[in-house]
């Protein structure tokens, strides 16, 4: 059974910087990319960023690029997302999941499986 669980939430204030991370057990961590997505109250689920299986290729939303890195470490089976610089249109939920290809990059919600429960993250102005 894969269980999927995000953690690092919280409130914090406009500029300052928060680490999400995401840990994942009952699946071959290592050979599957994995994404970081977010929703908004009244909104939808939208993509955030993405890495591939090793880490060695990322991508980013315009919105977040050059504010949020996510990095993993295969041998903790975590998925993390630093996340500099926030803003109040940054508060959401935010979730992790693994994708269910090798291809990448991607912010498809539809080619993502194994979703957790998600971390709140409010960022005040």
């Known amino acids: 059974q894969v269980q999927v669980v995000e953690s690092g939430g919280g409130l914090v204030q406009a500029g300052e910087s928060l680490t999400l991370s995401c840990t994942v057990s009952?699946?071959?961590?290592?050979?599957?990319?994995m994404g970081w997505f977010r929703q908004a109250p009244g909104k939808g689920r939208e993509g955030v960023a993405c890495?591939?299986?090793?880490?060695?290729?990322?991508y980013y939303r315009n919105s977040v690029r050059g504010r949020f890195t996510i990095s993993r470490d295969n041998g903790k089976n975590t998925l993390y997302l630093q996340m500099n610089s926030l803003k109040p249109e940054d508060t959401a939920i935010y979730y992790c999941a693994a994708k269910n290809d090798v291809t990448f990059p991607s912010l498809e919600i539809v080619e993502y499986v194994d979703w957790g429960q998600g971390s709140q993250v409010t960022v005040s102005s």
């Open positions: 890495i591939n299986w090793s880490g060695g290729h990322t």
């Open positions: 009952g699946l071959a961590f290592d050979d599957y990319n």
